[in-house]
Structure formats: C-alpha cells, structure tokens
C-alpha cells in the first residue's frame, strides 16, 4: 500500500482545510501519515506523529522538531511527503532530502508567501531566501493565488515545477443563502439582532486581521446607516484593545464581540454583508464561505481578497488605511437591499470556481504526476 505523510505546523490546519483530501486519499487506497503538533484525533488518518514544531523560525523547539521528523521520515517510505505552513514546509524539506534522493516526491503548498507586494522589507529579507533556497528541495511548489504564482515564476524559484490551485477548496454544500424568512429564524437561534443591518468578520484579534478598522468605519455611518451591527467572532492577543475602541468611539452598543465560534457555518449565512480587513492573506477560507452564503462583501486590498472579490461585481475593494473609504462603501451597501442582493448573487456565481470539488480535481491532476493515485 504506497503511503503519504502530510506535514503542517500544527494538526488543527488539517482539520480546518484538508479532511477532504485526506479522505481523497483514503478513498484511493493510500496509507495517510500526519506529521504535526498537537493531539488532534483526525479522521481519514492511519498514523500520526505529535512532532513539536514551533510557529517562529526562531525557536530553538525547531532543532528538536527537525530531529524528530528526519528520524521518522528515515524509519518509513513514502511516495510523497506533501508539506504545508512556513515551518512546516521548511523543515519537511530540509529532513526529507535524503528520502528525495531516493525517489520519494516532495510537494509544498504556499499558503501565501511571507514576501509579497507591500510586505515589510524585513519579510523580503527573511522569507524570500529561504523560501527560493528551499525550491530546489521541492519536486512541485504549489501556489493559491495568482500573485505568488507569477512570484515564484518570475523570480525563477528553482522547483521541479511550480503549479496554482483554487486554493484549499470550500464546501458550497455547507453554506447557502437563506430566505428572508429562514434568516429571521436562524438570528433568533443564535442570539443575534433580529432586525439589524448585520456586518460579519470571523478572525483572530491580531495585528494582521486589523478589526480595528472596521470599528472605525462603522463609527462613521453611525448616523447615516443606523441599523448597522458589527458581528466579531475570535479571540486574540488585541481583542481587549478593540473592545476599548469601540468603548471610546462610542459604538460599543453596536458590536457584537462573540469570541471564538465554531458554528461559523450557521452564523455567516444569518448575516447581510461580510466584511474583511486583514492586511495580508493568501486565499481566505472565510471570503469563500461568504461567496457561498450569497453576501456582498467589503474587503481590503491584498492578494488574497482581490482575486475572490471583484470590485463593484460581488463586492468592494478598500485601502486598508482609508476608513472613510470602507464606510462609503458600507453606506452604499447599507442602504441598498437591491444592491446586496445583486452582488450576492455574483458570489454565488463566482465560488463554484473555488469549490472542494474544483481543488480537488486540480490537485488531483497534480498528484497524477508525481504518484500512482
């Protein structure tokens, strides 16, 4: 039975992204190994190996994850070791050279590079090195949006081949508009403000994810939209920070901080326009999930949020330092059930092309070329 060890930084990436092809996988005959840290009970999976790997290439834990992984890649024999994450893909590289050497195929997933138009010179420096150094230790770098994808080319990364999918896939199944009726229902269930103009992000409260700027903008249409409700859902290192805001701004009255959810599939659908404010992403899982949910959305400008939204088409792109520019953008949608209903559409229309079932026909082909399948 030939086998396949998947590697990531930490075992929830695969719960979040990747259970539909691990059960791809099972479903072909394959053994399925997952390399990564945490105690995670995964299903579609015959092996896993708790390795401690650490989120920053600067933690002395890598050394040791680094050993664990050589000597457990060295134990077994795979046809293909498929990596994923920054450390993940490093470190699977590096322990997997020798098993290379031998015939086994190493795949990297990027999942957004590090090094990326607007990124902090500090990223170029660091990520960008490794990143291409690393490219000759990998049979197939595989890409999730078209800017890493002429990147990786036009730098001239040293893979074997360098391909691009849809990104990790979302289950349209899952997420579906609701009837007027069946939202009304489905905000009494959860709690939510039954007649409120509901603006939804789900995100950890992190410096990338930048909430607070959404806070602003909805201070702004205070007046102009009044029925303007901010839905938040996670936690995180700045959620306190943002509670302040909004405490200062005076629309503390008008977010709701929900903390970390796992009923997003439910929450989402039961709102009217998602928003997105993160500054970096590569191909966000929670845009699809809007698209399929049939909202409008108001995302800032970064690789990941302009290929999904197309501006004026299923939704608006911003500045991510123009909140004046983010509430115009809100009022307009605000004030426009015609408008919200046309671009949602356009997200249903264009997600199928984002589909698990699109991803999984495109790595499919991928994994063709490189093992029996």
Known sequence: MPAILFVATVDTHFEKFHLPYLQWFKEQGWEVHIAARGDRDLPYVDRKFDIPFERSPFRKGNLQAYREL????????????HCHTPMGGMLARLAGWKARRNGTKILYTAHGFHFCKGAPLINWLLYYPIEKGLSRLTDCLITINSEDYRLARSRHFHASEIAHVSGVGVQTERFRPLLPEEKLERRKELGLEEEGLLLFYAAEFNKNKNQQFLIQALARIRDEVPAARLVLAGSGPLLE???????RLDVADRIDFLGYRDDVMRLMPACDIAVASSLREG??????????SGLPIVATDNRGHSELVRDSVNGYIVSPGDAAALAQRLAELGTSSEVRERMGQESLRLVTAYSVQEVKQQLGQIYARYAWV
């Not at 050589?70 to 070791?81: D, H, K, M, N």
């Not at 920070?241 to 405490?247: G, H, I, K, M, Q």
């Not at 929670?286 to 698209?291: D, K, L, Q, V, W």
């Open 241 to 247: 920070s943002c509670r302040e805001l909004a405490n």
């Open 70 to 81: 050589s000597e457990l890649i060295g134990q077994q024999t795979y046809e293909v070791i």
């Open 283 to 292: 191909l966000p899982v929670n845009i699809m999930e809007a698209m399929a």
